[in-house]
T-cell receptor, first 113, second 113 residues
Framework: AQSVTQLGSHVSVSEGALVLLRCNYS??????LFWYVQYPNQGLQLLLK??????LVKGINGFEAEFKKSETSFHLTKPSAHMSDAAEYFC???????????FGKGTRLHILP | DVKVTQSSRYLVKRTGEKVFLECVQD?????MFWYRQDPGLGLRLIYF???????EKGDIPEGYSVSREKKERFSLILESASTNQTSMYLC????????????FGPGTRLTVT
């Protein structure tokens, strides 16, 4: 069965510091992987997705993620945090024959001034 | 741009009331989904629909039903609202197959008193 694990329900970084949000997946078949962001009192918005093309995926707002099959990971990074990045981030996995997406429990990112 | 709209942002209902949450998408997507989101539990799938009049139970269907009479509209029904159904409800839509991301509405925060 597919699953997604996000390490850390809360992560705090200083403004200007590196953002690293961790995501590991389990899947018996090649996965499709997604990162979503949710700002307060809003729905989820797609940041980026991996669909078996380039392993390094660039998304919106300066975020990127790297698919590492050997580590079954899809960590999200941003070189320099901004106050506007404070939000909740969800990693998710799916695969070709399934219309459903499995979401992780989310990581709330706090930006310290 | 894909747009998913939900009928209410905030809703307050009494225990035992029948509650209708409406969702409309404007991109001719085949799939539509209802989730509930609770702190620490992430997103949990209630029901999804892959075609008009077709539906499939998700992880937590108890106490809920759905209706999809038209392709663009997917309704979630709480037959007899209970306090443990107080939550954020998110609707999403997508094209078929797992490589396609889901597009989310802004959410409905339902409080049952």
């Amino acid at each position: 069965a597919q699953s997604v694990t996000q390490l850390g329900s809360h992560v705090s970084v200083s403004e200007g510091a590196l953002v690293l949000l961790r995501c590991n997946y389990s899947s018996s078949v090649p996965p499709y992987l997604f990162w979503y962001v949710q700002y307060p009192n809003q729905g989820l918005q797609l940041l980026l997705k991996y669909t078996s093309a380039a392993t390094l995926v660039k998304g919106i707002n300066g975020f990127e993620a790297e698919f590492k099959k050997s580590e079954t990971s899809f960590h999200l990074t941003k070189p320099s945090a901004h106050m506007s990045d404070a939000a909740e981030y969800f990693c998710a996995v799916s695969y070709y024959r399934d219309d459903k997406i499995i979401f992780g429990k989310g990581t709330r990112l706090h930006i310290l001034p | 741009d894909v747009k998913v709209t939900q009928s209410s942002r905030y809703l307050v209902k009494r225990t035992g009331e029948k509650v209708f949450l409406e969702c409309v998408q404007d991109m001719d997507h085949e799939n539509m989904f209802w989730y509930r989101q609770d702190p620490g539990l992430g997103l949990r799938l209630i029901y999804f629909s892959y075609d008009v009049k077709m539906k499939e139970k998700g992880d937590i269907p108890e106490g809920y039903s759905v209706s999809r009479e038209k392709k663009e509209r997917f309704s979630l029904i709480l037959e007899s609202a209970s306090t443990n159904q107080t939550s954020m409800y998110l609707c999403a839509s997508s094209q078929m197959t797992g490589r396609n991301e889901q597009y989310f509405g802004p959410g409905t925060r339902l409080t049952v008193t």
